[in-house]
């Protein structure tokens, strides 16, 4: 196995172990967003705090909310994997351009 290899699965490994060892090691599984913690900790200092501005959508469940993040995370990943796709694809034609130019 050569070191790529190696360095790849010691990524994903370590991946792995950020999100499995919190739930092994039972950590509270009450997660909150800092957009929830900011409202909260400004709602405790200021209870007469008025928001300038409310939501332009507001989803009618957190399922939906985490739905509508994760299709947003999947469409960002997806457009970062074609970006880099391209490139690599360009490198590529450009080598082969390179070794047909210095080939007899």
């Known amino acids: 196995m050569s070191r790529r290899h190696w360095v790849t699965l010691a990524l994903v490994l370590g991946v792995v172990a950020l999100f499995a060892l919190p739930l092994l090691f039972g950590a509270p599984s009450d997660y ?4 929830s913690l900011a409202t909260e900790a400004i709602e405790a200092s200021n209870p007469d705090y008025v928001p300038w ?16 993040f994760a299709l947003q995370a999947a469409i960002g990943g997806g457009v970062l994997g074609y970006v880099l796709g391209r490139l690599r694809g360009r490198r590529a034609q450009r080598e082969t351009a390179a070794k047909d130019d210095v080939a007899p």
Do not use: M, N, Q, R
Not at 32 to 35: I, Q, S
Not at 53 to 68: A, K, M, N, Q, R
């Open 32 to 35: 909150a967003g800092t957009d």
């Open 53 to 68: 501005f409310d939501h332009v959508f507001s989803p009618g469940s957190t399922e939906i909310e985490s739905g509508l």
